[in-house]
């Protein structure tokens, strides 16, 4: 019915379908983001009712901004650290529920539930673990480690946050995996058995190969998740103590808004946005090459 | 067939337009009773006594309905009023902090004619004054300095205690290992960035001068760079004192896992005798209080001579601002708003709501309730004689954050006072 008319036609008939969705994203996405990268070239503070043209002075200043590239620094470190751990368990966690074991419905759904808490009340959860909970344990069993607050350090406050976020994809992650591990044909794992490959070479050759699409998809969420952390730190850490876990998105709201230089702000999220394209599309299109076919 | 689409058209493009009408249908419908007004209100521990202040305000004014909305718990005011103003939706009257008030001024109204202004308080306006206009209604007076706990000190001192002993730092430490000698920790030092940042440190800017132009001065010469504060002996003086309260410091262990809720707690149960705060913390302590109500103020000592600035006064200041909007609301509106403040200052019940409910200092001299709360009345009490020191309110927006941080790094021993005064003289440098 659609081929045999004008362009006009199908147009109108595309835009019937799409257009409700196409208008909601250009309006709330699109034209946000346009307008956001005309905003760098501004001085606005977020109130006034002018502002001037400055051209490419905010991104001057971006380059100048030390804590911005010491914070997107650490990001990068809390991003390689989440990615590995986050992934490991979740496949771990993955393989051993697929295996059959008894219960394993149960075992899936209580992994995946921290996922569906809001990163805000998580960290105000964990932080009542990490700053009450744990201190009390550890000084009545005298385990020096929980013997003061994990997030009064900044080492240990950086890994309570690696913990947390680990704790809540973990099991988002492994869903994932399931649907990859479960697509995984019996047929050449059977062969597998016959040609008398043990567990172990039956992992390494048959059933990571089959996966890889189900990596990239978990790397990418979670390399993207990472970059872009924002509640749980706020919540859990509020970038302290004095500074020290502050990630790069925390920044970037607090020159914006704290700090009130929307256009050094701006310019700050648009650099981020950047950098966290490139290394995104950079991962899904070298994994993308070690893609196989059953 | 034909006409089946063109109903599908139809029908989908009605349902657009719909939303499309539902987004844009913000304006006010008044209808002919009355005047419906909002007030954006950023103190939270107030939003009930506010709501209970609005129904009063109705039965004398039944034509006037006032709106409260709340800043949500996290969001600062000027976050939540900006927002408000860029949606083209601002509240008739907003609340904001002193230092913000500047940034809003082509958009509000100028107040200078009210009839409260010949009452308000010496200095009460004079920040929100600009080219020879004010443009916010003082709200409430804050104070802070060291809280104590009467029934820990006059256990201490063995005795009753009299606050006005303490003007020096060595008679502070004094008092500190007395009680410490009774048993009891000596004080406790809340680590939010906030409290350091925006309460402690700025003593050293306020402690400079009892004129508060050369103050501002001083202010100015820290953006030049012009300040060597590693001689400035104020600014050492403060910290003096500040290591003292580090090393008799009930969580001295783990200084930075202190949170603001334990502070009130253990001051209230009087397991410590002294908390750095504010009287905005009253009740809070209240909730725990084990000492009948007896809690007063001592002065932060920055020197060990009694008579330097400083030292006998309580830093205190306008902290909270209402102002006007007279972009969006209309002149009824505007009127309606001018009522509420003059029913606040004048009217029997609003001054009860001021004083008695809310808990509030106000910057009104025709005013003459007394305060209840024991940490008001404190503050009120140095207000009276004289002894206070104008709080720094128009530090730049993110002073707190960034200052804090650098004396949490203190308070840790993560860093040296070397470091902290260089990196609170950088950070001056950075101020546009």
Same mark, same amino acid.
């Given at each position: 019915m659609t081929t045999e008319k004008g362009l006009w036609d199908r147009l109108r008939l595309r835009l019937l379908f799409t257009g409700p969705t196409l208008f909601a994203f250009l309006a709330v996405m699109i034209v946000p983001f346009l307008y956001g990268i005309y905003l760098t070239f501004t001085n606005w503070d977020g109130i006034s009712t002018t502002s001037t043209f400055v051209g490419v002075e905010n991104y001057f200043s971006v380059f100048q901004d030390t804590v911005f590239w010491k914070s997107f620094l650490l990001t990068l470190k809390y991003v390689f650290v989440t990615v590995v751990l986050i992934n490991a368990f979740a496949f771990l966690l993955a393989y051993a529920l697929t295996s059959g074991l008894k219960g394993q419905s149960l075992f899936r759904a209580g992994f995946f539930i921290p996922n569906l808490v809001g990163g805000i009340v998580l960290g105000f959860v964990w932080q009542f673990i990490f700053s009450n909970v744990l201190v009390y344990l550890g000084k009545e069993l005298s385990f020096p480690l929980f013997g003061d607050s994990w997030l009064a350090d900044p080492n240990k406050a950086f890994w309570a946050m690696i913990i947390v976020t680990v704790w809540q994809y973990a099991g988002y992650m492994m869903v994932i995996y399931v649907a990859g591990l479960m697509n995984v044909p019996n047929d050449i794992m059977e062969a597998a058995s016959i040609d008398g490959a043990s567990l172990l070479t039956k992992l390494r050759k048959m059933v990571l190969p089959l996966m890889v699409p189900s990596f990239i998809v978990c790397i990418f969420l979670s390399l993207q998740r990472g970059f872009m952390v924002y509640d749980l730190n706020i919540s859990l850490t509020k970038g302290g103590p004095f500074k020290s876990t502050e990630m790069v998105s925390m920044h970037v709201y607090e020159k914006a808004f704290l700090s009130r230089d929307y256009g050094?702000?701006?310019?700050?999220?648009? #650099?981020?946005?950047?950098?966290?394209?490139?290394?995104?599309?950079?991962?899904?299109?070298?994994?993308?090459?070690? =893609? #196989? =076919?059953? | 067939m034909k006409t089946m689409k063109w109903m599908k058209v139809l029908a989908l493009s009605l349902a657009v337009m719909m939303f499309v009408a539902a987004c844009g249908?913000? $304006?006010?419908?008044?209808?002919?009773?009355? %005047?419906? +007004?909002?007030l954006?209100?950023?103190?939270? $521990?107030?939003?009930?006594? *506010?709501?209970?202040?609005?129904?009063?305000?109705?039965?004398? &004014?039944? /034509?006037?309905? !006032?709106?409260?909305?709340?800043v949500p718990a996290g969001q600062s005011p000027f976050e939540k009023a900006s927002a408000l103003y860029a949606s083209g939706n601002p509240a008739t009257i907003t609340m904001l902090d002193t230092g913000d008030v500047e940034k809003f001024? /082509?958009? +509000? *109204?100028? !107040?200078?004619? $009210?009839?409260?202004?010949?009452d308000a308080v010496d200095r009460s306006t004079s920040l929100t004054t600009f080219d020879g206009k004010n443009y916010a209604f003082p709200l409430a007076i804050e104070g802070y300095g060291f809280i104590y706990n009467k029934a820990v000190v006059d256990q201490a001192v063995g005795g009753s205690f009299d606050p006005a002993t303490i003007t020096t730092t060595d008679a502070l430490e004094q008092l500190f290992q007395k009680i410490e000698a009774s048993g009891k920790a000596p004080l406790i030092v809340s680590p939010m960035d906030w409290s350091l940042g925006a309460h402690y440190l700025p003593l050293a800017y306020a402690g400079q001068s009892s004129d508060p132009a050369a103050v501002a001065r001083f202010v100015e010469d820290l953006k030049a760079g012009k300040v060597d504060l590693a001689s400035n002996s104020v600014f050492n003086g403060l910290l003096d004192t500040f290591d003292l309260m580090a090393k008799y410091n009930i969580d001295k262990k783990s200084p930075l896992s202190g949170t603001y809720e334990r502070g009130p707690e253990v001051l209230g149960k009087g397991e410590v005798g002294i908390w750095f705060q504010g009287n905005w913390a009253w009740p809070q302590i209240s909730s725990f209080d084990t000492a009948s109500g007896q809690y007063g103020f001592l002065p932060v000592p920055v020197s060990n001579n009694a008579d330097d600035f400083g030292n006998t006064q309580i830093s205190s200041?306008?902290?909270?601002?209402? %102002?006007? /909007?007279?972009?969006?609301?209309?002149?009824?509106?505007?009127?309606?708003?001018?009522?509420? *403040?003059?029913?606040? %200052? &004048?009217?029997?019940?609003?001054? /009860?709501? !001021?004083?008695?409910?809310?808990n509030i200092i106000p910057a009104f001299k025709n005013i003459k309730l007394e305060a209840k709360d024991p940490l008001a009345k404190s503050i009120s009490d140095y207000i009276a004689k004289g002894k206070s020191e104008e709080s720094m309110s128009t530090l730049p927006a993110d002073h707190w954050a960034k200052i804090g941080a650098s004396m949490q790094k203190y308070?840790?021993?993560a860093a040296d006072r070397a470091t902290l005064l260089t990196e609170i003289q950088d950070y001056w440098k950075t101020v546009k």
């Open positions: 050094v702000g701006q310019a700050e999220a648009f #650099v981020l946005f950047l950098l966290v394209a490139i290394i995104t599309i950079a991962q899904v299109y070298f994994s993308k090459k070690m =893609e #196989v =076919e059953a | 249908k913000n $304006e006010q419908q008044e209808s002919g009773s009355g %005047v419906k +007004i909002t954006l209100n950023s103190k939270g $521990e107030i939003q009930s006594q *506010l709501e209970a202040a609005a129904a009063a305000f109705k039965e004398d &004014y039944p /034509d006037i309905t !006032l709106e409260i909305i709340p001024k /082509d958009r +509000i *109204l100028d !107040l200078s004619g $009210e009839k409260w202004m010949a200041a306008v902290s909270k601002r209402l %102002v006007l /909007d007279k972009e969006k609301n209309t002149a009824e509106q505007q009127a309606a708003a001018k009522t509420f *403040l003059e029913w606040m %200052v &004048y009217s029997e019940k609003g001054q /009860d709501f !001021l004083v008695n409910q809310a308070l840790a021993g």
